[in-house]
């Protein structure tokens, strides 16, 4: 039960970690920095990347995985120059508490104590072996306002999640591109919206070469059984990888968040801060049997 749950949450709180790379306050923020915010990219690599300190490139590759090295390079180390890791940290949570307020409005005490014991609960039982990512953000102090806090508990978690996702990624034998490819052909999300992941049309036609070769897509790109099958394996090992924090709080536990929380994430979709389509296969792949 705790592998499915561990899905179930992760659609729970995905959203609400997400309005960070999408708020307008948040974009206020970086501005105010000095970050370009024409594009997200500059504050998302700065907002995201804050927790591991001043990380090189290829740091960043490896925790992030599925962006391409090359365009990470625009971006990292440069973003430090900037604003340095501890002024983006002291800016990214002036922006959640400007964007939960915004999203909550006089609804902002309404059971968010609650919510944000309970999620911290479980982000403070995650296991950080191997999770450089939940790691640094379970290093941060928590903030003294529940809806901040609750926030900075459901990114833990989701980078919890994330972190493993690559050990799963690594274990079917997918590189960074390939994991996408192989995404894409599942029906995850039109492969133009892996775009932004920075890869070149010749990176991505050479990912598919590789992925055809073992078997795993056809000649139109499209996952064949044994992709599938595959695919499913990632989806399946991400899911037990998770599990621990939910087994932690119990299913009664997780299943009050996912209640109190309802609110907080009715008002994500109402406020349309996030892609129609995401690149995270949302609603669209199912935990396998």
Known sequence: MS???ARTMWHQIEPVHATLYFSPEAFEEAAALGYDVTTRWPSYFAWRTAPLGAAGPALVAATYYSFSPSMIAEHVPGVWETATPAQVLEARLRAMDRTLRGLLGDRI????KEAAELAIRAAESVDVAHRPLAAANLDLPWAEEPHVALWQAYTVLREHRG???LTALHAAGLDACEALVSFAAVGAAPAENFAGRGWSDEEWAAARDRLAGRGLIDGEGTATPAGRALRDQVERMTDELAAGPWRA??????????ELNL???GAVFEAGLLPTVTTLGIGKIQAPE
């Open 3 to 5: 592998v499915r749950l």
């Open 109 to 112: 005490d309404d059971g968010v």
């Open 163 to 165: 972190d493993g996702h």
């Open 249 to 258: 709080l119990g299913e009664a536990g997780a299943e009050r968040l996912a």
């Open 263 to 265: 609110p907080l994430l």
